[in-house]
């Protein structure tokens, strides 16, 4: 199943989103041009602006001011990859060259500044406090899950209690927050939101869960950037958390893991975190919160849009890319 | 005269923003806490509260209100310096150690992320579309100079109109909507506006013109950071470009201002820079631009505000730190 799948019937004012996205970081300046250009042309799935419209079709649909925090969110979003990029010394980025290997991080980190500046620009279009108040939190708790993720780098002792927190702040608050945020512009009901906002969260930490995954069993072809990239980096993942656990992989994993490890390396502790059955596990603690997503949505009417996104957390869960 | 003088009568509404800062950069987060203290306690000269305070006195002065734009605005300074130290390699900031040098360039990245959402965790108390697009514009612009220097480094045949707009978007900018803002926030007329934005954008290059010669003529004590430290990154300020375009400076300057030049070669530099009158032709420069801002203040109603106005442009063109 490919996700465009999903966005049948929404293409008109996915369209829209896409050209909003290009006029908000059109500029004059050549270098932030290209780098944004080149960004925005690597695609990406737009899963944020999707649930943003997927939610606001349970209350007063209104394309402009849907559009506003869709686009909001996806810069946001793009910001934090752009910055991902300089930290993570990362080459390639969904198969196309980084901001970073092309400009340098000096850049890189501007245009991510530029970047959220232009989502503020975008968000100041709607007035509603609660909305600025919600997306600046998103921003803060996204920060202190990369803050977190960098002091827990090779940290080989770590719990699957704070890997969960991590993420929780990485990145499946500001997809919680994507249909919170939708529901609200669109003035659904207290209890729709609180549904959507649930639906959300558990389908963020299964998306992330899933990516998690993903850097061990994908391709390069696919991932657009090497197998095992975490894992190089000392990122200690679920399925590395899993493998650590074990008597026999464990230690074996512990040898292994440090900084500056060679691609051999690398391949080895991919191999050993497969045999270990850490992905086993960590897909099943994925389909636990997928199920927990779908709980969410039962709060809302039932209808094509409900099934959409049942079928969309499932998706995301089981992706392959 | 010392800076201190011009707050006299503010003391109160200072400590209560500089409360308000501290509140706001209050975290759980070890390393992020540590570092927001660090960069609070460093103190700086808080001048853009002080303008927005002093703005707002022309019009109805509410300072729940102006202390939340004084804020956000100190705040987006703030994460500008911390992401500034990361590009630059900076080891020292006013005389302390920098959080990049302290944390590391990836923890000071999302320090200055985490700022920037905590500016807009501010702003979003105020619920006034047209601030936070002005505050938008700003971080933009900024961040578009803070570009156009990195584009610009080490280039020698610059002129005086690519700095000139390359400090207004980096600098004067923020301190022009410091002003704006303020008068904004309290109701002011949109005469005072104008008179105040006037006034605040000349200030502002006149301050980083003044920046820009105290690289060369203070001492290491007072700035906290090497002597020369621009032009040993290859950022070429109005003394610079008045030496390069001198037939007997400008190619001794050449030859010895390449990337990762010696102390000596720096010395050397800052030293030819200071003979061939560069410094007197910038300082020339910033008393225009302070007689500029002066005649902005025209517009306001005489007293007290308006003379500590006039004498804090004149000393911020004049500092010796």
Redesign the interface.
């Known amino acids: 199943m490919n996700i465009a799948e999903f966005y049948q019937g929404m293409e008109g004012d996915l369209a829209f989103v896409e050209q909003q996205l290009h006029k908000q970081l059109h500029?004059t300046?050549h270098?932030?041009k290209d780098a944004s250009t080149q960004l925005l042309d690597a695609g990406g799935k737009r899963l944020r602006p999707v649930f943003v419209l997927l939610s606001g079709t349970f209350g007063q649909y209104d394309r402009l001011r849907l559009t506003h925090v869709a686009v909001a969110l996806e810069l946001i979003h793009m910001a934090?990859l752009v910055?991902d990029d300089?930290?993570d010394h990362a080459q390639m980025r969904r198969g196309r060259p980084t901001v970073k290997s092309l400009y340098g991080?000096?850049?890189s980190?501007?245009?991510?500044?530029?970047i959220?500046?232009?989502a503020?620009?975008n968000?100041?279009?709607?007035?509603d406090?609660l909305l600025?108040?919600t997306?600046?939190?998103a921003?803060?708790r996204?920060?202190?899950g990369?803050?977190?993720q960098?002091?827990d780098l090779f940290k080989t002792d770590s719990t699957m209690r704070v890997y969960l927190r991590r993420i929780r702040r990485k990145t499946a608050f500001l997809i919680e927050m994507s249909c919170a945020l939708g529901a609200m512009a669109a003035g659904c009901s207290s209890l729709e939101v609180a549904g959507l906002r649930r639906y959300g969260y558990y389908t963020g930490m299964a998306f992330q869960i899933t990516d998690d995954i993903l850097d061990f069993t994908s391709t390069e072809e696919r991932l657009g950037k090497p197998v095992g990239s975490d894992l190089r980096q000392g990122n200690i993942t679920l399925p590395v958390l899993y493998a650590l656990q074990d008597t026999t992989y464990g230690q074996k994993l512990r040898n292994l893991l440090h900084e500056d490890c060679s691609p051999e390396d690398v391949l080895s502790m991919v191999r050993l975190v497969i045999e270990s059955g850490g992905i086993e596990f960590a897909q099943h603690v994925a389909d636990r919160y997928l199920a927990k997503a779908n709980e969410g949505l039962a709060v809302l009417t039932p209808g094509k849009n409900r099934i959409t996104l049942s079928a969309l957390a499932t998706f995301v869960g089981k992706r392959d890319h």
Chains 1, 2 share one sequence.
């Open positions: 500029t300046n270098v932030l934090s910055h300089v930290v991080n000096k850049m980190m501007y245009t991510g500044d530029y959220f500046a232009q503020l620009a968000l100041a279009e709607i007035d406090p600025h108040k997306l600046a939190l921003i803060e996204m920060c202190i990369e803050i977190e960098i002091r």
